[in-house]
């Protein structure tokens, strides 16, 4: 029953638009024979052809054309009386060639108009998969955070023998299961935070921080990690031994986790007996922070896509990671309006540094 009205629209559409056509012909026909024969309006045929191609397709195009063709040189005939001259004989012979062009030019215009169409129509399809995934994996992350902190919780309750005594041994399995469900914790939380930021945008706290404190602090708490797969993790002041702050305008806790997943990926990628450095480089305009490390290096191939969404690249590098914590720090190292790039080291090893605008209170930078 639904069908019939449609019908009938279309059927409505379609002899409208014919009536339209028709009436531009006639009205261009007239314009032609009431006239001189000098007097070329054929031209005015362009139009006419234009809408059939866009609104009929190539067939009555083809008519529309070769109507209009016909009409422009047979006006030189009729209504007769007039003497044929060769200019005007040149001139109907011009608008002709003008309306075959057209005709033919505006069904390959009709033809790139669909393809554009259906190359929009793929995209947008495309679009909207990206976004039923992302959502997909945003409330998948979010609903694995419950389960994840509940056997955190019932591991730790174990540990503090709430339920009985516990073996030394027993207590090395319990700590290996916190650390692990930890681990998961973290990569969730990273997944989480990656989703929320590349969708809502990242939202900083801004105050003055030092990003001395920062290294010395990321340092700190991965002490025991480097001492587990025998890293030597050390800090450098720039050309001088001294201590001197690093003052930015920025976002402590977000800084605090570019240092920890940049520090992580220098230790895991390093080899028994390597070093891991931090670097901190005061300059003009910008606080510079490099980590540095003996590993074996970054392929080249690799380095467009180091700091993308998901990336774990295949090299003599140890570690394998989640390829969220790089893309995450450059998230938040763009957000403070600063720069992140990579490089490798001559004889051996990787450097991961970026720089973020110094604080403009000179005072506070002494």
Request: glycine share 6%.
């Amino acid at each position: 029953m639904l069908l019939l009205p449609t019908k009938l629209l279309t059927k409505n559409s379609r002899l409208s638009r014919l009536v339209v056509m028709l009436a531009l012909f006639v009205t261009v026909v007239l314009m032609e024979f009431i006239t001189p024969t000098e007097y070329v309006f054929g031209y005015f045929y362009t139009g006419p052809i234009l809408l059939t191609n866009s609104w009929f397709g190539v067939g009555a195009t083809f008519i529309a054309t070769t109507s209009a063709v016909f009409l422009t040189i047979v006006n030189l005939f009729l209504p007769g009386g007039e003497v044929i001259k060769t200019s005007i004989v040149a001139s109907r012979a011009i608008a002709a060639i003008a309306l075959i062009v057209t005709g033919v030019l505006s069904e390959r215009l009709r033809r790139s108009q669909e393809a554009i169409a259906v190359t929009c129509a793929k995209l947008e399809s495309q679009q909207e998969l990206v976004k039923l995934r992302e959502d997909f994996a945003s409330t998948l992350t979010h609903d694995l955070k419950t389960p994840l902190l509940g056997a955190i919780e019932t591991i730790k309750a174990f540990q503090q023998e709430k339920f009985g005594p516990v073996l030394p041994t027993q207590q090395q399995v319990l700590n290996t299961m916190a650390r692990s469900h930890r681990t998961s914790l973290q990569i969730v939380e990273t997944l989480l935070d990656v989703y929320r930021n590349d969708t809502e945008g990242l939202k900083l706290d801004l105050a003055p921080v030092d990003l001395t404190n920062l290294a010395e602090e990321a340092a700190s708490s991965l002490i025991a990690l480097a001492a587990n797969r025998r890293v030597h993790l050390s800090i450098s002041y720039g050309d001088s031994d001294w201590r001197h702050a690093l003052w930015v305008n920025g976002d402590a806790l977000q800084l605090e986790r570019v240092f920890n997943n940049l520090l992580v990926n220098a230790i895991n990628h390093s080899p028994r007996g390597a070093r891991v450095k931090i670097f901190l480089e005061p300059q003009a305009s910008y606080q510079v922070v490099k980590i540095l490390d003996t590993g074996a290096g970054i392929q080249p191939e690799q380095f467009p896509h180091l700091f993308e969404r998901f990336y774990q690249g295949h090299s003599n590098r140890q570690a394998k990671g989640s390829g969220l914590g790089l893309y995450l720090s450059r998230q938040i190292i763009e957000a403070h309006g600063g720069i992140i790039r990579a490089e490798n080291r001559v004889p051996t090893g990787a450097m991961f540094a970026f720089k973020l605008p110094i604080y403009p209170f000179p005072s506070l930078t002494a």
